[in-house]
């Protein structure tokens, strides 16, 4: 079955076409690195790590690409405010060099805490200036910039596919719908492109341009780094549906506006991690960390298993009641895989399949986990269950393959068949006598539906 995703600029299930097969572009928005990824972000490279897995799967060459954004995005999102880096540095009193790093290893370190693979290139903006800059004197040989007295603005009415993306109503926004700010904008849809250091304050990062020494607006980085290392139109690229009406929407606006071809074939967009039905998000002050669930006791697979659980076009509510329901069942799942003591052989064919359908199927990994348990429950041998197992977790990265095998001596063995024929018998009396036998000797049994879990006590 062939890949179908579905792509927000047609907001329709496609079928997955490259470009040019068997190669494939893929950017995906990174972090802004002024303080801890929320669980919330982290859902949406979740999602993008099962889209790059998947696509490797189906045998794609994927070269993917994710940025750190160290600059240049401002607190409002718009073009206003303090820049998110600069307001890190003053929280924590060190420079704005030392809170990009900081927090860019601290995101490495959750990335590698959920399993989510490196990227095969990361791009800094702070190392791309000179590529920005190439890009809006581009923009401005054709027409779309204008300068203001803090800045060089893109006019958004000189690009007449503005606002495609989110199905901008644009009549409607000129009409009053947003409330100006800077009143030198002559679109309230128009963004900078560069903005000017303020005058009476030297900013950590800034550079020498040819408008006046400043720093890139956020949006120009993504559009001048997806293009350096994908070239000029490439497949994919994502990030979570905030970036829809806004920053996606405008690198769309100077990439092609620059270039003139079309930018990305497909958009994808995954949804919101909520808490008590709002976004989760720094700026609410409503979120959580990977440590604070750590801290809780929770595993960080327990929260992927989560993750997993919902399609990614759909809201999740975290509740701790959730996350201690997929904690349970990651759990489960580890003691099946290490209480398979045979070698992983053949696989079980026709629901493994299944489980590849459901993936193939716009990323369904909800479904995909009811086919594992469902895969489980059968009646194939436990080298089938491993060996297919092993191939569903090369999209679900739930590092079952790591999971060492528990040994269990001879005699527990025993005692758990024993155990099992005095359940059938009805003899409870004796099966709790031989469970607790079992324990004495430092193991314990579950009893789950497909059949008894010896773990280490
Ligand atoms: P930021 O570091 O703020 O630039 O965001 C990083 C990524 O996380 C972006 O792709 C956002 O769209 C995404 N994001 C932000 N908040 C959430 C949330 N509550 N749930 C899912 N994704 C989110
Ligand atoms: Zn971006």
Redesign the pocket.
Known sequence: MPLKLFNTLSRKIEEFQPIHPPKIGFY????????R?????????I?EDVLRRTLIHDGHKVRFVMNI?DVG?LTSDADEGED?LEKGAKREHISVWEVAEKYTKLFKQDLQTLNIEEPDEWLKATDNIKEQIELIKKLETKGFTYKTSDGIYYDTSKFPKYGELARLNLKGQKEGARVEVNNEKRNSTDFALWKFSPKDQKRQMEWESPWGIGFPGWHIECSAMSMKALGESFDIH??????IPV?HTNEIAQSQGATGKPFVKYWL???????DGG????SAGN?YTLDILKEKGFSPMAYRYLVLGAHYRTK?NFTFEALKASQNAYEELVNQVANMADKPKIGCGEIENKFFEAIDNDLNTAQALAVMWEMLKSQNPDSAKKASLFKMDEILGLGLKEIKSIKIPKIIQKLVEARETARKNKNFKLSDELRSQIFDKGFQVDDTESGPIIKLK
């Open positions: 995906a928005c990174g972090p802004t690195v002024y303080d990824a929320h669980i919330g972000n982290l859902r949406s490279y999602f954004t995005h998110k994502t990030g979570g549906v905030d970036h920053h967009h995954g949804e919101f991690l909520q808490i976004k989760m998000a720094k979120f999740l």
